[in-house]
């Protein structure tokens, strides 16, 4: 009777501590809406800084008279000065903390945007369009660092779904970027530099919320761990790889869809804009978004496997099809693309516990390399084409101009990327498989 009792009342105290402890998390969790929310409207910021100008390519080439290769230089710049600031992020974090440099680049974003529509009118127009570009790498680039391990310490069951769910809005930042963008620089006509100015209240907005947001404190003791470490895991190396080969997958399409569109498929910018970059943006979100429910029935490396697939189909498809079907591919290339920086990073994470800002820091870097060198080949290999006499007859005989086949040829060449991806998401699960059946021993 006694032993009745007294496991009744072990039972009773266990149910009323784990409710407490529930209780308890569930609040915590609330406690971290309001960051949850900034990092969510920091990431739309991101998106912004990076396809604002794209949006604009267009009209740099008529006011401006930019060139298809210095275009290519900027989206180099751009990522350039991104990657230099991923190098440096961790000293900066060690410095500043995390508090002030989120702050601190939603502001330099905010100028970055606003720059867009002002320095070209001020200066020479490449001279202006470089520094505003600068001022939103530097914006854009420690938002990829910063956030990503702040969203990663708040305590959450699922680390890879919260990720995905994070990077969504990536997307759905784009998304609104390209809708809102396309439709206001048709009504705005000559007067278009007024839209990133506007666009420069988010991140102003952004940076009050990060003033007041709660970070938790596993935030600020993930910083120093030795980039070496990482460096020697060939697993590691091989992330980098995905993450190099991602983001060239995806910029190119983000980067060059407008004026490919417009250009390359003799298509109305409106049309264009709507139905090739901004569908691109909401496959890609709408991908990371069910991979956060997918992830958890189906390893993540599998279902990035079958986008790698797909992305190459893609890329193949928008380069050779004709008009609405190379626009279709363009546009569900974003659903292939999708996994491939968000997945990689919760992969890493997994597998190195603890390694907290050093990875995410070096993979962003890594990815960078890709979102700078992908857009820059792709714009290179345009020029090329369309500059040589030789592909004269070759464009005749498919009923294009040089400039079209040199535009199509720019992407098909950039389907070795997800080709690479698919190598390498490859030898990435055999070694995982390796690496179990040793601990099995």
Known sequence: ??????????????????????????????????????????????????????????????????SLQMLANIILINFGTQFVFDLISIKLIDIFGYRKLSVACHIISALGLIGLGIFPKIMPPSIGLVIATLLCAVGGGLIEVIISPIVDAIPNESKSASMNFLHSFYCWGSVFCVAVGTVAVKLLGNMWYILPICLSAIPLFNSVAFMRAKFAKSTEDNVRVPAKKLLRSPFFILLMIIMI????????????????????????????????????????????????????????????????????????????????????????????????????????????????????????????????FGPWLSGNISDLVEGNSAFASVADSLSLTTEQLGLRSGILVSAIFPIIIFFSLTAVLAYEKKHREKSLI
């Not at 209780?23 to 929310?37: A, S």
């Open 1 to 66: 009777m006694l032993t009745l009792i007294y496991g009744s009342d072990i039972m009773v105290r266990q149910y009323f501590l784990t409710g407490r402890s529930l209780k308890m998390q569930q609040n915590e969790k609330r406690g971290y809406r309001g960051t949850v929310i900034a990092c969510y409207i920091a990431y739309m910021v991101q998106a912004l800084v990076n396809n604002t100008s794209p949006l604009l390519f267009v009209l740099y080439q008529s006011e401006y008279n930019i």
């Open 245 to 372: 080969c991602g983001g060239a997958s995806e910029l190119v399409i983000s980067q060059w869809a407008s004026l490919f569109a417009e250009k390359a498929l003799g298509i109305s910018k409106v049309a264009g804009d709507i139905l090739g970059p901004c569908l691109f943006a909401f496959f890609m979100g709408t991908g990371r978004m069910l991979s956060g429910v997918l992830s958890k029935k189906i390893k993540i490396e599998k279902i990035m496997l079958v986008c790698a697939v797909l992305c190459t189909l893609c890329y193949i498809g928008t380069a050779l099809l004709p008009g609405v079907f190379a626009l279709a591919t363009c546009a569900l290339t974003g659903f292939g693309v999708s996994l491939m920086w968000p997945a990689t990073l919760s992969v890493a994470s997994a597998h190195f516990d603890g390694a907290g800002t050093t990875l995410f820091s070096i993979l962003a870097f890594a990815g960078d390399i890709g979102c700078a």
